[in-house]
């Protein structure tokens, strides 16, 4: 958005000439899409959260953000910031028609119209962004790198952690949980040790159904 060559810092703060210095089109669209993607505040996914009300896909996303935070040294040969910016982005299409539980999922095609709310939701952004968030969030649903696979593992694990945190509905169905994922949260010791960890937490609760 800058114009090359032009310090941010220096042009901003230089007598009130900020929009000199950065293209006004392309600092509107982003905009646009910053508006447009506060609509993740609004959408709600099927956990509710400790204090019982249901959570929202942006909360999901801090959550996800932070567990990648935490555990970052856990997985030293990461791109750490290509991690992070998965994380961030890998449910941003759902600002356009919402969440679909995967106990509602089926045989739907999920993805497909993900991706598609997506590339609608990206629209107003620069060529170069838009592809490059496209690029991110095809690599996470394929899981085809290491960063894909444990941002994929991470979003699993912290939906499992709040099913079992959350005051949920007396029907909420927990043992769905004790296979979610589970292709996804098997192959590293951190992740198996708190996927072992959070299945003990899940038996607990859905024994207590019963």
């Known amino acids: 958005m800058l114009r090359s060559g032009t310090s941010s810092i220096t042009s901003a703060s230089s007598a009130g000439k ?3 210095s950065v293209d006004t089109r392309e600092l509107a669209g982003t905009l646009d899409f910053l508006r447009a993607a506060e609509q993740l505040k609004n959408v709600t996914r099927t956990s509710w959260t400790s204090a019982g009300h249901q959570e929202s896909v942006a909360e999901h996303t801090w959550r996800l953000c932070l567990m990648a935070l935490v555990f970052e040294s856990e997985f030293p040969s990461l791109d750490f910031a290509r991690l992070i910016r998965m994380c961030v982005i890998h449910d941003l299409g759902e600002a ?4 679909i539980s995967a106990v509602l999922q089926g045989d739907s095609d ?3 119209n993900e991706r598609r709310d997506l590339e609608e939701l990206l ?3 620069p060529d170069r962004l838009r592809m490059s968030i ?3 969030w095809d690599e996470y649903e394929a899981a ?3 960063e894909a696979r444990v941002a994929k593992a991470l979003d699993k694990l ?3 952690m709040q099913h079992n945190q959350g005051k949920n509905p007396p029907d909420f169905d927990y043992a769905f949980n004790l296979e979610y994922g589970r292709k996804h949260t098997s192959d590293h010791p951190l992740i198996v040790a708190i996927r072992e960890i959070l299945d003990q937490e899940t038996a607990r609760r859905a024994g207590k159904r019963k």
């Open 96 to 99: 356009i028609h919402g969440d």
């Open 134 to 136: 496209l690029e991110l």
């Open 123 to 125: 629209l107003p952004l």
């Open 158 to 160: 912290e939906t499992i």
């Open 110 to 112: 999920k993805a497909e």
């Open 144 to 146: 085809s790198s290491p």
């Open 18 to 20: 900020g929009l000199d």
